[in-house]
């Protein structure tokens, strides 16, 4: 079962990694309830998580998360102090805080820009994040860490995108900072891509001229061997011969 889960988790990820561009590290936001399944089944998310996941993460919150855990008192205290070891990432709402479950979904916005992996026990969370296309949901089940499938919304996302009725947002950012690196603007793009007409001109009147026929030059006849005659044979082979064997011959100095 460890072995075929890890191949779903690797599977799920590189179709992230294609589709919506992910690199490592991985950046995972958590939230409470994550953290109080992890304590109550004896899971050390920094250890399992990056063997899980096959490769380096960081593991973040928001300050909504934390201080949602200190409002509700000790029996969450466990859990209060596991997520204060992890990154506290800046969100919309220090001054006025929200709940957990709001404050996770605001920080992925509408399209996932910053790539963040999930994890969460509230079903409130997991049915948000199945509407937005392109976010990786973590969960605990049975003392083990589980990578959930993608989401319908995630593949109609790029079932779209390969019919090419979509362009992604980090495939629009790729194109304009191509432009800027070449120093192309908009409305160069716009003036090459107009095509010039052509106008109307006359034949050229060298290319109306007929070809001229070049006389052809009459090469000379052979000369036939009367029935009576002999063949002459030309002796230059023989001479090359005799002077290859003169030169292969050992010469004798007389004393």
Do not use: W
Not at 29 to 46: P, V, Y
Request: net charge positive; hydrophobic share 30%; charged share 30%.
């Amino acid at each position: 079962m460890k072995i075929k889960r890890q191949k779903q988790a690797k599977k799920t990820i590189s179709f992230y990694k294609y589709n919506f561009s992910f690199r490592e590290p991985f950046q995972i936001l958590i939230d409470g309830t994550f953290c109080q399944a992890a304590l109550k089944n004896k899971i050390q998310i920094k250890e399992q998580m990056p063997k899980y996941l096959m490769g380096e993460v960081q593991l973040c919150s928001t300050s909504c998360a934390l201080k949602e855990l200190g409002t509700l008192g000790k029996q969450l205290y466990g859990a209060k102090i596991i997520l204060q070891r992890f990154q506290v990432r800046k969100c919309a709402h220090l001054k006025n805080p929200v709940p957990a479950s709001e404050c996770l979904l605001s920080m992925l916005e509408e399209t996932n820009p910053h790539h963040y992996f999930v994890a969460t026990q509230d079903r409130a969370v997991t049915d948000g994040l199945k509407k937005i296309p392109g976010v990786p949901l973590l969960y605990i089940i049975l003392n083990t860490i589980v990578l959930d499938k993608p989401s319908q919304a995630s593949l109609d996302h790029v079932q779209t995108v390969q019919l090419g009725e979509l362009v992604t947002s980090a495939q629009q950012q790729s194109i304009r900072s191509l432009k800027e690196e070449q120093g192309i603007s908009q409305k160069d793009g716009e003036r090459r891509g107009k095509k010039r007409k052509r106008k109307q001109s006359n034949p050229n009147p060298l290319s109306c001229l007929k070809k001229k026929k070049k006389k052809g030059v009459a090469t000379p006849a052979l000369k036939k061997t009367e029935p009576g005659e002999k063949k002459k044979r030309s002796r230059h082979k023989r001479r090359k011969a005799a002077e290859g064997d003169n030169m292969d011959a050992p010469v004798v100095i007389s004393t």
